[in-house]
Nanobody, 115 residues
Framework: QVQLVESGGGLVQPGGSLNLSCAAS????????MGWYRQAPGKQRELVATIRDGTTTNYADSVKGRFTISRDSAKKSVYLQMSSLKPEDTAVYYC?????????WGQGTQVTVSS
């Protein structure tokens, strides 16, 4: 059984930085992508960034150049470094592990960007 646990959310001022971590347990294969999604109040969940094989990455246009996703397959973990944060980045951030058509999700961690 795969379980994902996020950590690192919190309150940060605009222009600030925050790092998120996701620790997975269970059978995790580096071939399948892990990533981050977010959901703001009243909005649908959206992709932030994904990574597979430790090197192939994909980013939402809104975070390109500001966020960096990385993965440590040995630790079954995925990370999201966020910088130059904006108020519109405020959301619950969810860790994801996708095996074919099946998605595993973490419980989410709140990120609030506000002065």
């Amino acid at each position: 059984q795969v379980q994902l646990v996020e950590s690192g959310g919190g309150l940060v001022q605009p222009g600030g930085s925050l790092n998120l971590s996701c620790a997975a347990s269970g059978r995790i294969l580096s071939f399948y992508p892990m990533g981050w999604y977010r959901q703001a109040p009243g909005k649908q969940r959206e992709l932030v960034a994904t990574i597979r094989d430790g090197t192939t990455t994909n980013y939402a246009d809104s975070v390109k150049g500001r966020f960096t996703i990385s993965r440590d397959s040995a630790k079954k973990s995925v990370y999201l470094q966020m910088s130059s944060l904006k108020p519109e980045d405020t959301a619950v951030y969810y860790c994801n592990y996708k095996v074919g058509r099946y998605d595993y999700w973490g419980q989410g961690t709140q990120v609030t960007v506000s002065s």
